[in-house]
């Protein structure tokens, strides 16, 4: 498992550079290996396949009542998933208001 999810560490360290610092700062606040943390939050990537985890939408325009932008998601899961709501204020780019499992860096947000 730690060699599939290790296939994300590059892509997380190019695109995300302060997610990835934040998963370090995980990995190392719990004793364990950065690899080992990144597997860990990857379960969705690394479970592709499993049916009917979450949905998302978007609408917009003539699609609403009054032409403002909706977004929403969901996550199914047949057993409640405890987290915290974080807003997370940046030194560089957008704020971010996101809901959190215990342990990961984000799960969705705006």
Known sequence: MLLEGRKYIPFIEEYVPEIADEIKGIAKGA????????????????????????TC????????????????????????????????KRDSGPNVLTYADYGFPASYGL
């Not at 009542?65 to 807003?87: A, C, F, H, R």
């Open 57 to 88: 939408f978007g609408v917009t325009g003539e699609a609403t009542v009054n032409g403002e932008t909706y977004i929403g998601q969901n996550w199914d899961s047949e057993k409640p998933i405890l987290g915290v709501m974080l807003y997370v």
């Open 31 to 54: 004793g364990r290996g950065y690899d080992e943390i990144v597997t860990l939050i990857s379960y969705y990537e690394l479970g592709e396949g499993i049916p009917n985890l979450c």
